[in-house]
């Protein structure tokens, strides 16, 4: 070896080391250092010296005087005494396009030396706009004030801060996010205020792309300036692909924000923007997202405001579901809204609008209707503020959607059990319409459903209980059949179990008793009757005749449709 091997490799002429991968030695000599007291780990941090000078008008004057007497100050330098500051930008400034305008000002480049009081010079750099722009949410506590000899009042800054929630573009990720830290931590030093972070919560935007030419040849999305007929100026190529990119004015690729509204209306590009994607992730901009949302809208509000044709007075099974809905959306909404994950709250709208729709054509109750609606109109109120204070007027309310309270749920309404039983009564209906898709044209005429015994219960939830400890099969039959009244059933118990570990997840943990399960599907058998206009049957597992009736599980009926 003739010199040293800079790159990742194995060690040689290294001892005690030799053939080890250099990357995973350095902690092994870190340690055989620090045994034999020659060395210890440390970390370097890339800190450097900082140089926040700008040449430039705008940004915080630099308190620094030059006299023409080297004896002044340090050779001459002399900082701006304090009480002359803070020093004020001057107004009779030349901005030119050359050189630093602040040169051109002779009220404020020419001044008196505050030590001997001869000639001197103003310092006409200015300090970089990080260091005002920093720190200005302190502000938001104590508006500054030139008078006050402390930037802010710690009490107040100490009872509003720290910032909850910063939310900021992608290019502010890095360096002004530093600077703020700087700033918090130098405040704190200083016993400005106590808390030690600028901000508890950062939310970083993305950015909104299109559709936009791109040259394979020069492998390059094309300027405005670059592009003409769809050809690349610059090497002439006809066969541009289009390909995403961020909106530009350089690129020309950008959307006038005005024609959107006069096209399809404020709400419509508010809706499209807050459901087309994340607020962290990247936004695809498509017309066809925005006529979705114009299409959305338009439909939920003929749904808030159009009369119902019929209604009833009387409580269904059916009023009871979009209680539930209602009640699950305000929760869920609320809380996506509260963690900023704006598309899910906008999901949950759409979800539950669908639900309210077809509520409103089966015939609804029509003070359950009404609340539901009211609901609605304050839950979409952010996403889409025109439209809704025009529904609020026209379902009689007074005053503005904006100042009404925020709906609360019922939490007995939400409960394990009935997440259960509503998600057991979609996944029936879900069983059912993927049956129908075998049948294809066939009509229906009867549904059986068959219900699963109260031994399979007491098995499942034993079964699911063992799997948490062991996913052996063999050791969770052995514990199974350690219960006498199971044994008879261990063919039927082999062969479920085997099906359960095969896809555990497709199976709840949560189930009803034999019982109980029955006896929901009997009060939800309407929904299904009126759903597939067939007669339904509910019967229990040891009553039916039916060879399937065996597969039935807890959660999980026998299906027969004839």
């Known amino acids: 070896?003739?010199?040293?091997?800079?790159?990742?490799?194995?060690?040689?002429?290294?001892?005690?080391?030799?053939?080890?991968?250099?990357?995973?030695?350095?902690?092994?000599?870190?340690?055989?250092?620090?045994?034999?007291?020659?060395?210890?780990?440390?970390?370097?941090?890339?800190?450097r010296d900082w140089g926040i000078s700008r040449q430039r008008y705008w940004g915080?004057?630099?308190?620094?005087?030059?006299?023409?007497?080297?004896?002044?100050?340090?050779?001459?330098?002399?900082?701006?005494?304090?009480?002359?500051?803070?020093?004020f930008l001057p107004k009779d400034v030349e901005f030119t396009g050359k050189g630093n305008p602040l040169k051109t000002s002779d009220s404020f480049l020419n001044t008196t030396c505050p030590v001997c009081g001869g000639e001197a010079k103003r310092e006409t750099d200015t300090m970089d706009t990080f260091i005002d722009s920093s720190w200005y949410f302190f502000a938001f506590c104590d508006p500054p004030s030139i008078e006050a000899d402390l930037p802010y009042n710690s009490d107040l800054v100490n009872y509003w801060g720290n910032v909850d929630q910063y939310i900021g573009g992608v290019e502010h990720a890095i360096l002004?996010?530093?600077?703020?830290?700087?700033?918090?931590?130098?405040?704190?030093?200083?016993?400005?205020?106590?808390?030690?972070?600028?901000?508890?919560?950062?939310?970083?935007?993305?950015?909104?792309?299109?559709?936009?030419p791109f040259c394979p040849k020069c492998n390059i999305f094309l300027m405005k300036a670059e592009l003409k007929d769809m050809t690349c100026k610059r090497c002439g190529n006809k066969d541009l692909i289009e390909k995403s990119v961020k909106m530009s004015k350089s690129y020309g690729n950008t959307v006038n924000p005005g024609e959107i509204i006069d096209s399809y209306g404020a709400d419509a590009a508010r809706f499209f923007i807050l459901f087309g994607a994340s607020p962290e992730s990247g936004l695809e901009w498509s017309e066809e997202g925005v006529d979705y949302a114009y299409r959305f809208i338009k439909k939920t509000f003929l749904l808030l405001t159009n009369p119902l044709a019929n209604v009833r007075e009387n409580t269904t099974i059916r009023d009871t579901l979009i209680k539930y809905y209602m009640n699950k959306t305000i929760k869920e909404f609320t809380e996506n809204m509260q963690k900023l994950a704006i598309r899910n709250a906008v999901n949950n709208l759409i979800q539950f609008t669908s639900e309210l729709g077809k509520y409103k054509y089966e015939g609804p109750n029509k003070e359950i209707f009404n609340e539901c609606l009211e609901n609605l109109v304050l839950l979409l109120h952010p996403i889409a503020p025109h439209m809704t204070e025009e529904a609020w007027k026209t379902l009689g309310k007074k005053g503005y959607v904006s100042l009404a309270t925020w709906p609360s749920y019922i939490k007995g309404l939400l409960t394990e059990e009935s997440d259960y039983k509503w998600k057991l009564m979609n996944n029936i209906l879900e069983d059912i319409n993927n049956i129908k898709l075998v049948m294809r044209n066939e009509e229906l005429k009867?549904?059986?459903?068959?219900?699963?015994?109260?031994?399979?219960?007491?098995?499942?939830?034993?079964?699911?209980?063992?799997?948490?400890?062991?996913?052996?099969?063999?050791?969770?039959?052995?514990?199974?059949?350690?219960?006498?009244?199971?044994?008879?059933?261990?063919?039927?118990i082999s062969r479920i179990t085997s099906r359960i570990l095969k896809n555990i997840g497709k199976y709840p943990k949560c189930v009803l008793t034999s019982k109980d399960e029955y006896h929901f599907f009997v009060e939800i058998k309407p929904i299904i009757e009126k759903k597939y206009r067939c007669t339904v049957n509910i019967s229990y597992e040891s009553e039916s005749k039916e060879q399937k009736a065996t597969q039935s599980l807890p959660g999980k009926p026998a299906i027969i449709i004839s």
């Open 1 to 47: 070896m003739t010199r040293a091997y800079e790159s990742d490799g194995i060690l040689v002429n290294s001892e005690e080391f030799n053939g080890m991968e250099n990357k995973s030695a350095i902690n092994i000599i870190t340690e055989k250092l620090q045994e034999i007291k020659l060395g210890y780990a440390t970390i370097n941090y890339k800190l």
């Open 60 to 87: 915080c004057p630099i308190p620094v005087l030059y006299c023409k007497n080297k004896s002044c100050g340090d050779n001459g330098v002399v900082p701006v005494p304090y009480e002359d500051l803070p020093v």
């Open 176 to 212: 002004h996010l530093i600077y703020a830290r700087f700033f918090t931590k130098v405040t704190r030093d200083l016993k400005l205020h106590s808390h030690d972070e600028p901000f508890q919560r950062l939310l970083t935007q993305g950015m909104i792309n299109k559709a936009h």
């Open 446 to 492: 009867v549904i059986s459903l068959i219900i699963a015994d109260q031994w399979k219960v007491k098995f499942y939830k034993a079964l699911m209980s063992f799997i948490e400890e062991t996913k052996d099969q063999g050791e969770i039959i052995q514990k199974l059949m350690q219960d006498n009244n199971l044994k008879k059933y261990s063919k039927q």
